[in-house]
DNA sequence: TGAATGAATGACTACGTAGTCATAGGGTGC
DNA sequence: GCACCCTATGACTACGTAGTCATTCATTCA
């Protein structure tokens, strides 16, 4: 009755494809794919039948869908997803384009992932280090058919954008404020929120501002710079901007260096993303300059380092989580008619003690 | 001559599928996508020059691939990587199951991304907040049939892993030092690398120390714990097991306290992680025990934020991109015959202050 | 009881590519 | 001038699935 042999499939090791002899019966040496026809061929019925049993289960009877189990258990049948997409024209794979560097990129990845998940997608995960990788690794995307991509790099050209019009692939910027309006995008309130930590610094009586961003040409960095610059200005106070040259560590403590060369120190600085921020504190603590006590410090972004009692700095929390939320929500009901979306997600301040004066004026 | 419409290839808004009327001929709503057999018939060729013209560019001249590409150009025609993957049985695709949490995952699974960009494959991401998730995942991953799988969690069962080797797919172990024999893996030398630390520590004139873990069921800890406890053994120094419950900051934070409430501190505290050890580090601080001064503290793993200022930690470096580099090279020459590899890459002792005195004797 | 309805299933085909085999020339060696 | 080889190309088909349509059979309603 079993006039088949079962290749590959019972307690072969590891992944060596195993080809057996079975009665003067030769096979090949690869082991050969189990797919929905071979399981048909077991369960007596077709192959249209056990694909239904699979992607569609309510059209097919219990005790049929039963059969049809065992004998794809027996065979080791797993369906495979490439050929499906091929067929259905849907992946069930968004992909994220995100930097390499990065503390906040890194986490907002993770986020990605998981809410991806809950929905039953894949995340495929493209990842540059030059921006003028960006380019390439679009491309790259485009072959996969996605069903959807996250943009969180900033430097993408309009031809860029142009060239993903061509597709038919759902886009979402994801804290990229410079795309808003051009394609769907998703950020947090950058004006409001470095306006938030402006309006906390006045509070605490400062007068005298510097603000120190990664790249200036970076929009994030041009938005966070005048929400904050704006705000102070209304209760006239002063702010000045420093470049520090990119949004990592190391830049803040190279910066925090250019800071105590100044004629006199600031009231407080503000810096625009928090692991730069770690930088610039670290960086001033090493010159003999301390956070609450010779000058205010504040963050942006609301890393889980920020809350560390290492340096419980003032910042910016944006729920990443929230805004991840949103950006698959926007992917995953793309509705063409629709009209370029721009959502803004508000953050919440963290006060910590890089702000907190022991006594305040 | 031109009496075909092309339709989303021009300056379309965004991703909508633009459909449009023209001499009377009404196409339809869904914007149609372009395929070889388009560009074949646009360039004259047959379909079987357009793929190899893509695909194996050396077989085609020069001639008759200037005139395809630019075919292709004006339909803006992307090779499309599904129904590729189907034929070729290949799919340029690695996929890395990795933990949600925990720095050290997030910079692995940034360098395997960086690694696999470097040989053009992508990587798709499965990650997992409870190690109950795993199974499920694997199943996923499965059905995409993808190049290989990065397996990066400590928790896979036996049955597990039987259902891996049912596949044809090559896998390998990350850091996970209990699959090793069983399935290919690369780990960093874990009893060589806490031993190091302990030989340092011995050094310093330590006798006492207390070695904090994570989770003592992990393979990871208890080679750490054996590597350290040896070696202090070995100069006549004690070593006990305190277990944190995670490898989290938090974990860490709350372990101090229970270090703090010992009858006696000890001479040196070896944590099993960094992440975990900047939580031992801060909550130390904040009960008022310094590193260097009351004690001696080291880490494990050489995560950026232990060369930060603020830390400066001791710790064992792993070459994550080492480690990165010996997985994709095991995952892509996969030879069925080879045995089971078994990879140890060593690491490198960093000397910050938590284990620098002042006076040392 | 006959017609209508619905559930369950099978036959067939399209999805878009790449590899196999066959074929047509153009060049080379003797 | 013939046999040979190599390059460039085309026709054809398989990859594995899911959706469309047709068919069968049981059930329901008038």
Known sequence: MNDYVVIGCSSSPRWCAISRKAGGLTLSDEARRVTSVDVAAESGFSQATVARAFSSP??????????????????GYIPNAIA??????????????????????QHALISFGRQL???????????FS????????????????????ILASANVTQVQLARLNRGAMPIVAFNQPAA??????????NAAGTAALATHLV???????????????????????????????????????????????DSGYKAAAHLAELDELPD????????????VLDGLRTLGISAPDDLLLTGFDGLPQASWAGYDLTTLV?????????????LLSAQPETEIADIVVPGTVRVGKTTRRLSNG
Chains 1, 2 share one sequence.
């Open 84 to 105: 499906r997409s091929l067929k259905s024209q849907r992946t069930d794979i968004v992909a994220a384009v995100v930097p390499a560097q990065g503390e906040y990129w």
């Open 318 to 330: 944006q729920s990443i989580d929230s805004l991840a939320e949103h950006v698959i929500d926007l």
């Open 58 to 75: 309510h059209l097919v009877s219990p005790a049929t869908r039963e059969t049809i189990e065992q004998a794809a258990d027996k065979l």
């Open 180 to 189: 808003s309006g051009i394609i769907p995008s998703v950020s947090v309130d």
């Open 130 to 149: 030059d921006s003028a990788d960006v380019a390439r690794v679009i491309d790259s995307v485009q072959q996969y058919r996605v069903d959807g991509m």
């Open 117 to 127: 998940a809950e929905r039953d997608k894949q995340l495929l995960l493209f990842s």
């Open 203 to 249: 509070e605490q009586g400062c007068r005298k501002v510097t603000f120190v961003g990664g790249r200036s040409e970076t929009s994030t960095d041009q938005i966070r710079y005048r929400g904050a610059a704006q705000e102070l200005g209304r209760h006239g106070a002063a702010c000045a901007y420093l470049e520090a040259g990119s949004f990592s560590y």
């Open 268 to 279: 407080a600085v503000m810096v625009s993303g928090d692991e730069l921020a770690f930088g």
